[in-house]
């Protein structure tokens, strides 16, 4: 039985020091998302990186407000995706976090 524990703690070291270089990593990936001429930049920390707009926009304020909500949401949506593929390859068949066998 030490053995078999012994390598799991292993095996869960190495993960862990490859989610953290994944993480690290999602910080410096960005995602784009429009809304009409409102374009939000985010992070796969689901940072807001950049918000931009066309000057005229400024003038609708109300539609402003729409397109802005509407991209920020788009972009957190594609950030959460991108998270998920990114760490979604510690939860698959054969990983630790998968393991059913015996030690």
């Known amino acids: ?5 012994a390598d799991m703690m292993q095996q869960f070291q190495e ?7 994944v ?3 999602l910080r410096a990936k960005t995602i784009d998302a ?3 001429p409102v374009k ?3 992070n796969g920390h689901q940072e807001i990186v950049s918000v931009s707009l066309t000057p005229e926009f400024a003038q609708d304020p109300r539609r402003l ?15 959460q995706n991108m998270v998920a593929r990114e760490v979604g390859r510690f939860m698959g068949p054969g990983s630790v ?6 030690m």
């Open 65 to 79: 407000e729409e397109s802005i909500k509407a991209a920020v949401n788009d972009a957190i949506m594609k950030s």
């Open 34 to 36: 429009s809304s009409g």
């Open 40 to 42: 939000v930049t985010i």
């Open 15 to 21: 993960i862990r020091a490859e989610m953290e270089r």
């Open 1 to 5: 039985m030490g053995d078999g524990f």
């Open 97 to 102: 976090f998968g393991w059913t066998g015996g």
């Open 23 to 25: 993480r690290e990593a």
